[in-house]
Structures are given as C-alpha cells and as structure tokens.
Nanobody
Framework: QVQLVESGGGLVQPGGSLRLSCAVSGINFKISIVHWYRQAPGKQREWVAQ???????YYADSVKGRFSISRDNAKNTAYLQMNSLKPEDTGVYFCKLAGSDSWGQGTQVTVSS
C-alpha cells in the first residue's frame, strides 16, 4: 500500500521560502511520476507541479519560476522548493503519485505578514 507523508509547511512572510518534503513508501519510487497539489480554504484542490522519473518537470502557471520540484530516489522522497511566496500560495499541500489513489495528510503553508 502506498503511503505518503508530507512535511515542511509553516507560517512564512510574503517573499519568503519553504521546502516541502514528501516521504514515500510502498511503491517503486524511482519509476514513479510525482505530483504536488494544494488546496486553499474554500477552494478545490489544484495541481501545482509534476516530476517524471526521467527528470522532466511541469508547473502550473501560477507557480512557474518560483517553485521547483525535485526528488531523491535514495531517500524515497520528493521535494517542493517554494520561493517568493505570496499570500495566494496559502493552503494545504499534498503529494501524490501517478497511478495511485493514495493521498497523504498534507502540510499547511500559510503566507502572511
């Protein structure tokens, strides 16, 4: 069974940075496609970024140039580096693997002065 554990969220001022982590177990992580999603209060969950096993990345227009998705296959962990954070980046961030229905508990990111 796939298990995902997100961490690294917190309260940060606008313009600040955070790095989120997603620890993965129960699947061959090396060949997995990783996605990050987020859900703002009162809004639907939205896709943020994707990282393929070969290293190709894709980003939502709203985060392009500010966020960077990466992975460490030796640690079975995916990351989301978030820079130049804005209040509209506030929400719960989740990772997910393509082909799996499993979701983690998410990690809260709050961008506020």
């Amino acid at each position: 069974q796939v298990q995902l554990v997100e961490s690294g969220g917190g309260l940060v001022q606008p313009g600040g940075s955070l790095r989120l982590s997603c620890a993965v177990s129960g699947i061959n992580f090396k060949i997995s496609i990783v996605h990050w999603y987020r859900q703002a209060p009162g809004k639907q969950r939205e896709w943020v970024a994707q990282l393929n096993s070969g290293g190709t990345t894709y980003y939502a227009d709203s985060v392009k140039g500010r966020f960077s998705i990466s992975r460490d296959n030796a640690k079975n962990t995916a990351y989301l580096q978030m820079n130049s954070l804005k209040p509209e980046d506030t929400g719960v961030y989740f990772c997910k693997l393509a082909g799996s229905d499993s979701w983690g508990q998410g990690t809260q990111v709050t961008v506020s002065s």
